[in-house]
């Protein structure tokens, strides 16, 4: 999966939201324009090949604030649609620089 591609399905407005990504937006207070906007400038950090019923990825960005934020991306290639599954404010105690997860211990 390519970054370019969910950024082109966001700037075309072809985008669905999950309604758990629609509230985990509003618990960490984070609108939809924050949201896109830290994927025009992010960077996949991992990616699930095998989630059904497409591929997604895990984007790391910045808010407007320079505040990480994560993201986590379906895409289809057959509709060229992007569905944002979740987003979240990264716990520092679980991330080394936002974008490698620390062992649990």
Same mark, same amino acid.
């Given at each position: 999966?390519?970054?370019?591609?969910?950024?082109?399905? @966001?700037?075309?407005?072809?985008?669905?939201?999950?309604?758990?990504?629609?509230?985990?937006?509003?618990?960490?207070?984070?609108?939809?324009?924050? @949201?896109?906007?830290?994927?025009?400038?992010?960077?996949?950090?991992?990616?699930?090949?095998?989630?059904?019923?497409?591929?997604?990825?895990?984007?790391?960005?910045?808010?407007? $604030? $320079?505040?990480?934020?994560?993201?986590?991306?379906?895409?289809?290639?057959?509709?060229?649609?992007?569905?944002?599954?979740?987003?979240?404010?990264?716990?520092?105690?679980?991330? @080394?620089?936002?974008?490698? $997860?620390?062992?649990?211990?």
């Amino acid at each position: 999966m390519d970054i370019a591609h969910i950024i082109e399905a @966001i700037r075309a407005g072809r985008v669905r939201i999950t309604d758990h990504a629609d509230e985990e937006a509003h618990y960490d207070q984070l609108t939809f324009d924050e @949201i896109s906007s830290s994927v025009l400038d992010g960077e996949i950090i991992e990616h699930y090949p095998e989630d059904q019923p497409y591929p997604s990825c895990l984007i790391y960005g910045s808010t407007f $604030r $320079r505040d990480p934020v994560h993201t986590v991306w379906a895409y289809s290639e057959q509709t060229h649609w992007a569905a944002l599954i979740t987003v979240y404010r990264p716990d520092p105690d679980r991330w @080394i620089d936002w974008r490698e $997860r620390k062992d649990k211990k």
